[in-house]
Nanobody, 122 residues
Framework: QVQLVESGGGLVQPGGSLRLSCAASGFTLDNYAIGWFRQAPGKEREGVSCISSSDGSTNYADSVKGQFTISRDNAKNTVYLQMNSLKPEDTAVYCC???????????????WGQGTKVTVSS
Protein backbone atom coordinates (compact mmCIF):
# COMPACT_ATOMS: atom_id res chain seq x y z
CA GLN A 1 0.00 0.00 0.00
CA VAL A 2 1.01 3.61 -0.46
CA GLN A 3 2.91 4.89 2.54
CA LEU A 4 4.99 7.90 3.47
CA VAL A 5 6.95 7.58 6.70
CA GLU A 6 8.79 10.51 8.24
CA SER A 7 11.71 10.18 10.62
CA GLY A 8 14.50 12.27 12.07
CA GLY A 9 12.62 14.56 14.40
CA GLY A 10 13.53 15.18 17.99
CA LEU A 11 14.67 17.76 20.50
CA VAL A 12 17.36 20.19 19.40
CA GLN A 13 18.80 23.39 20.81
CA PRO A 14 18.36 26.72 19.05
CA GLY A 15 20.95 27.06 16.31
CA GLY A 16 21.18 23.32 15.85
CA SER A 17 20.37 21.15 12.84
CA LEU A 18 18.19 18.18 11.99
CA ARG A 19 17.72 16.13 8.85
CA LEU A 20 14.25 14.76 8.29
CA SER A 21 13.57 11.81 6.00
CA CYS A 22 10.42 10.93 4.09
CA ALA A 23 10.55 7.31 2.96
CA ALA A 24 8.02 6.24 0.34
CA SER A 25 6.69 2.76 -0.34
CA GLY A 26 3.99 1.38 -2.60
CA PHE A 27 4.81 3.81 -5.39
CA THR A 28 7.77 5.22 -7.25
CA LEU A 29 8.77 8.48 -5.65
CA ASP A 30 10.36 9.96 -8.75
CA ASN A 31 6.94 10.19 -10.41
CA TYR A 32 5.61 12.61 -7.78
CA ALA A 33 6.29 16.00 -6.37
CA ILE A 34 6.88 15.79 -2.63
CA GLY A 35 6.13 18.55 -0.18
CA TRP A 36 7.02 19.14 3.44
CA PHE A 37 4.47 20.77 5.72
CA ARG A 38 4.45 21.71 9.36
CA GLN A 39 1.93 22.57 12.01
CA ALA A 40 3.03 24.41 15.11
CA PRO A 41 1.03 24.39 18.34
CA GLY A 42 -1.99 26.65 18.01
CA LYS A 43 -1.30 27.47 14.37
CA GLU A 44 -2.58 26.28 11.02
CA ARG A 45 -0.61 23.94 8.81
CA GLU A 46 1.77 25.63 6.42
CA GLY A 47 3.77 24.48 3.44
CA VAL A 48 7.50 24.50 4.12
CA SER A 49 9.12 23.22 0.94
CA CYS A 50 8.44 21.16 -2.16
CA ILE A 51 10.53 19.35 -4.76
CA SER A 52 9.29 18.50 -8.23
CA SER A 53 9.45 15.12 -9.92
CA SER A 54 10.31 16.40 -13.38
CA ASP A 55 13.31 18.71 -13.19
CA GLY A 56 14.04 18.53 -9.48
CA SER A 57 13.23 22.18 -8.95
CA THR A 58 12.55 23.28 -5.40
CA ASN A 59 10.64 25.96 -3.59
CA TYR A 60 10.52 27.20 -0.02
CA ALA A 61 8.34 29.23 2.24
CA ASP A 62 9.76 32.68 2.81
CA SER A 63 10.14 31.87 6.49
CA VAL A 64 12.71 29.11 5.82
CA LYS A 65 14.56 30.30 2.73
CA GLY A 66 18.28 29.98 3.26
CA GLN A 67 17.67 27.85 6.33
CA PHE A 68 16.12 24.61 5.02
CA THR A 69 17.12 22.50 2.02
CA ILE A 70 14.98 19.86 0.35
CA SER A 71 16.48 17.04 -1.71
CA ARG A 72 15.55 13.64 -3.09
CA ASP A 73 17.29 10.32 -3.60
CA ASN A 74 15.22 8.40 -6.12
CA ALA A 75 17.32 5.25 -5.71
CA LYS A 76 16.33 5.14 -2.04
CA ASN A 77 12.79 6.38 -2.69
CA THR A 78 13.37 9.05 -0.06
CA VAL A 79 13.06 12.83 0.22
CA TYR A 80 15.00 14.78 2.82
CA LEU A 81 14.63 18.09 4.57
CA GLN A 82 17.85 19.50 5.98
CA MET A 83 17.03 22.06 8.66
CA ASN A 84 19.78 24.37 9.87
CA SER A 85 19.94 27.29 12.27
CA LEU A 86 16.81 26.09 13.99
CA LYS A 87 14.76 28.53 16.02
CA PRO A 88 12.06 27.95 18.63
CA GLU A 89 9.46 29.05 16.10
CA ASP A 90 10.43 26.04 13.96
CA THR A 91 8.91 23.77 16.59
CA ALA A 92 6.15 21.79 14.91
CA VAL A 93 5.01 18.42 13.66
CA TYR A 94 6.50 17.98 10.19
CA CYS A 95 4.72 15.89 7.56
CA CYS A 96 5.52 14.96 4.00
CA UNK A 97 2.96 14.48 1.25
CA UNK A 98 2.91 13.44 -2.38
CA UNK A 99 1.42 15.30 -5.31
CA UNK A 100 0.62 13.51 -8.59
CA UNK A 101 0.80 16.80 -10.47
CA UNK A 102 3.07 19.68 -9.49
CA UNK A 103 4.11 21.54 -6.38
CA UNK A 104 2.03 24.51 -7.44
CA UNK A 105 -1.17 22.41 -7.47
CA UNK A 106 -1.66 22.70 -3.75
CA UNK A 107 -5.04 20.98 -3.78
CA UNK A 108 -3.65 17.71 -5.16
CA UNK A 109 -1.62 16.33 -2.25
CA UNK A 110 -3.27 12.95 -1.87
CA UNK A 111 -1.21 10.90 0.60
CA TRP A 112 0.36 12.13 3.81
CA GLY A 113 2.79 10.71 6.30
CA GLN A 114 2.07 10.43 10.00
CA GLY A 115 4.43 13.25 10.92
CA THR A 116 7.56 13.62 13.01
CA LYS A 117 7.82 16.08 15.87
CA VAL A 118 10.57 18.70 15.98
CA THR A 119 11.11 20.62 19.20
CA VAL A 120 13.59 23.49 19.30
CA SER A 121 14.27 24.52 22.86
CA SER A 122 17.09 25.28 25.24
Amino acid sequence: QVQLVESGGGLVQPGGSLRLSCAASGFTLDNYAIGWFRQAPGKEREGVSCISSSDGSTNYADSVKGQFTISRDNAKNTVYLQMNSLKPEDTAVYCCARNPRWCSDSGWFDYWGQGTKVTVSS
